[in-house]
Protein backbone atom coordinates (compact mmCIF):
# COMPACT_ATOMS: atom_id res chain seq x y z
CA UNK A 1 0.00 0.00 0.00
CA UNK A 2 1.00 3.70 -0.83
CA UNK A 3 0.89 6.83 1.40
CA UNK A 4 -2.32 7.74 -0.70
CA UNK A 5 -4.07 4.52 0.55
CA UNK A 6 -2.22 4.17 3.92
CA UNK A 7 -3.97 8.20 4.54
CA UNK A 8 -7.52 6.95 2.98
CA UNK A 9 -7.52 4.12 5.46
CA UNK A 10 -6.51 6.00 8.25
CA UNK A 11 -9.41 8.50 7.09
CA UNK A 12 -11.80 5.60 7.61
CA UNK A 13 -10.55 4.55 10.68
CA UNK A 14 -10.67 7.70 12.03
CA UNK A 15 -14.30 7.93 10.73
CA UNK A 16 -14.84 4.49 12.75
CA UNK A 17 -13.64 5.60 15.99
CA UNK A 18 -15.84 8.70 16.07
CA UNK A 19 -18.80 6.27 15.45
CA UNK A 20 -17.61 3.68 18.39
CA UNK A 21 -17.46 7.28 20.88
CA UNK A 22 -20.65 8.22 19.45
CA UNK A 23 -22.52 5.11 20.10
CA UNK A 24 -20.56 4.41 23.73
CA UNK A 25 -21.31 7.84 25.01
CA UNK A 26 -25.01 7.03 23.88
CA UNK A 27 -25.00 3.76 25.99
CA UNK A 28 -23.39 5.35 28.93
CA UNK A 29 -25.96 8.15 28.78
CA UNK A 30 -27.99 7.40 31.45
CA UNK A 31 -25.12 7.14 34.36
CA UNK A 32 -25.52 10.83 34.34
CA UNK A 33 -29.26 12.26 33.33
CA UNK A 34 -28.67 15.20 34.65
CA UNK A 35 -26.17 16.03 31.58
CA UNK A 36 -28.43 13.27 29.07
CA UNK A 37 -29.10 16.39 26.60
CA UNK A 38 -25.34 17.24 26.40
CA UNK A 39 -24.26 13.63 26.28
CA UNK A 40 -26.65 13.28 23.11
CA UNK A 41 -26.05 16.67 21.18
CA UNK A 42 -22.30 15.42 21.34
CA UNK A 43 -22.88 11.74 20.15
CA UNK A 44 -24.96 13.25 17.65
CA UNK A 45 -21.97 15.72 16.46
CA UNK A 46 -19.71 12.80 16.48
CA UNK A 47 -21.81 10.80 13.78
CA UNK A 48 -22.17 13.76 11.81
CA UNK A 49 -18.16 14.09 11.72
CA UNK A 50 -17.73 10.30 10.94
CA UNK A 51 -20.17 10.93 8.42
CA UNK A 52 -18.24 13.82 6.65
CA UNK A 53 -14.66 11.75 7.20
CA UNK A 54 -16.61 9.05 5.47
CA UNK A 55 -17.51 11.32 2.34
CA UNK A 56 -14.06 12.26 2.36
CA UNK A 57 -12.92 9.04 2.15
CA UNK A 58 -14.82 8.51 -1.11
CA UNK A 59 -14.39 11.88 -2.59
CA UNK A 60 -10.36 12.27 -1.70
CA UNK A 61 -9.59 9.92 -5.47
CA UNK A 62 -11.54 12.88 -7.36
CA UNK A 63 -8.61 15.44 -6.47
CA UNK A 64 -10.78 18.40 -5.17
CA UNK A 65 -9.08 20.78 -3.28
CA UNK A 66 -12.75 21.31 -1.35
CA UNK A 67 -12.91 17.71 0.17
CA UNK A 68 -8.98 17.94 0.65
CA UNK A 69 -9.53 21.28 2.62
CA UNK A 70 -12.49 19.72 4.35
CA UNK A 71 -10.87 16.53 5.77
CA UNK A 72 -7.48 18.72 6.91
CA UNK A 73 -10.03 21.35 9.04
CA UNK A 74 -11.39 18.43 10.46
CA UNK A 75 -8.58 16.59 11.20
CA UNK A 76 -7.01 20.00 12.67
CA UNK A 77 -10.09 20.49 14.97
CA UNK A 78 -10.10 16.79 16.75
CA UNK A 79 -6.31 17.71 17.25
CA UNK A 80 -7.02 20.89 19.26
CA UNK A 81 -10.33 20.99 20.65
CA UNK A 82 -9.88 18.44 22.64
CA UNK A 83 -7.17 20.24 24.53
CA UNK A 84 -10.31 22.47 26.01
CA UNK A 85 -11.41 19.59 27.73
CA UNK A 86 -10.47 17.43 30.33
CA UNK A 87 -7.76 15.24 28.24
CA UNK A 88 -7.38 11.87 29.57
CA UNK A 89 -6.02 8.51 27.54
CA UNK A 90 -8.67 8.27 25.26
CA UNK A 91 -8.28 11.95 24.30
CA UNK A 92 -4.56 11.86 23.32
CA UNK A 93 -4.81 8.58 22.05
CA UNK A 94 -7.06 10.19 19.61
CA UNK A 95 -5.22 13.16 18.83
CA UNK A 96 -2.46 10.95 18.37
CA UNK A 97 -4.54 9.06 15.46
CA UNK A 98 -5.48 12.59 14.13
CA UNK A 99 -1.84 13.32 13.73
CA UNK A 100 -1.03 10.56 12.27
CA UNK A 101 -3.65 10.91 9.77
CA UNK A 102 -2.93 14.24 9.16
CA UNK A 103 0.32 13.94 8.45
CA UNK A 104 -0.19 11.07 6.11
CA UNK A 105 -2.38 13.09 4.02
CA UNK A 106 0.01 16.05 3.83
CA UNK A 107 2.85 13.80 2.82
CA UNK A 108 0.43 12.30 -0.29
CA UNK A 109 -1.01 15.77 -0.75
CA UNK A 110 0.00 15.76 -4.79
CA UNK A 111 -2.17 12.62 -5.12
CA UNK A 112 -5.13 14.17 -3.54
CA UNK A 113 -4.80 18.02 -5.05
CA UNK A 114 -5.49 18.45 -8.30
CA UNK A 115 -2.48 19.14 -10.85
Same mark, same amino acid.
Given at each position: #????? &???? #? =? ?19 ? @?????? &? *?????? #? #? !?????? $? $? ?9 ? @? ?18 ? %?????? %????? *??? *?? =??? !?????? @??? !???
Amino acid at each position: #MNTAQ &WSRF #M =VLLTAGVLSFFSVASLVRIGE @KPEIAA &W *VAFYSF #M #M !LIESAA $L $LFCYFRLPQRS @KTIFGLVTAILALNIILPIF %DQVGLA %DILFI *VLN *VA =VLA !LLYSAR @KEF !LPA
